[in-house]
């Protein structure tokens, strides 16, 4: 079985450009979540979705981030504009159960971002 | 709020030998899932093991088992036989009881040596 998969693995910016992330998640994985870690740090919840609702994005930064999921498999995630201190790997997760606490994330490699 | 704190910046083992690394806690919400992530130089996030604060035996996955005491809130990962693959960054996390959504602690970058 795939795991989570993610595009493209680098990305080099220069600041105030625009920049999308991709995410296929496990199949049959109703729940995505999207993390950034910062150098030195754990990962660090942006948005979750249940299906295509983005049901936690109380961590996103509204003004530049957006995602989508809009089908309900594979995810988004935008910045514009990107500012230097973007610059952090972003990961995304998939799970199967819908909002039990129990459930186990399985994460992609993760999208480095370093803005210029 | 939770709290995730892994006090060890960096830890070294012998191959063979047995390692435990550790992690402390901090909520509110009586139920709860704790669990340890391996993060190797590629980047991605491998899950290990889980810990349910209702479990009444501590987890074990293989090599990987949990030393689960909560009454002192901490879950240290005990690695027995460490191998040379073992050496990446370990991460401590949790859920908490009322949402999916994983607070994670600093980790713990681990070396294993000949």
């Known amino acids: 079985e795939a795991g989570v998969v993610q595009s493209p693995r680098y990305k080099i910016i220069e600041k105030k450009q625009p920049v999308a992330f991709w995410c296929n998640p496990i199949?049959?994985?109703?729940?995505l979540y999207w993390y950034r870690q910062n150098l030195g740090q754990g990962p660090e919840l942006l948005i979750r979705?249940?299906?295509?609702?983005?049901?936690?994005d109380s961590q996103l930064p509204k003004d530049r981030f957006s995602a989508e999921r809009l089908k309900g498999v594979d995810s988004t995630l935008k910045i514009q504009p990107a500012e230097l201190g973007d610059s952090a790997v972003y990961l995304c997760?998939?799970?199967?159960?819908?909002?039990?606490?129990?459930?186990?994330?399985?994460f992609g490699p993760g999208t480095r971002l370093l803005v210029l | 709020a939770q709290k995730i704190t892994q006090t060890q910046p960096g830890m070294f083992v012998q191959e063979k030998e047995a390692v435990t690394l550790d992690c402390t806690y901090d909520?509110?919400?009586?139920?709860?899932?704790l669990f340890w992530y391996k993060q190797p130089s590629s980047g991605e996030m491998i899950f290990l093991i889980y810990?349910?604060?209702?479990?009444?035996q501590n987890a074990t996955e293989g090599r990987y088992s949990l030393n689960f005491q909560k009454a002192r809130k901490s879950a240290n990962l005990v690695i027995s036989a460490s191998q040379l693959g073992d050496s990446a960054m370990y991460f401590c996390?949790?859920?908490?009881?009322?949402?999916?959504?994983?607070?994670f602690g600093t980790g713990t970058r681990l070396q294993v040596t000949l």
């Open positions: 997760a998939s799970s199967s159960a819908r909002g039990q606490r129990q459930e186990t994330q399985y």
């Open positions: 199949s049959g994985h109703n729940t």
């Open positions: 979705y249940e299906n295509e609702e983005a049901v936690d």
């Open positions: 909520t509110s919400d009586p139920s709860y899932g």
């Open positions: 810990q349910g604060s209702y479990d009444q």
């Open positions: 996390a949790m859920n908490p009881g009322t949402a999916s959504k994983l607070t």
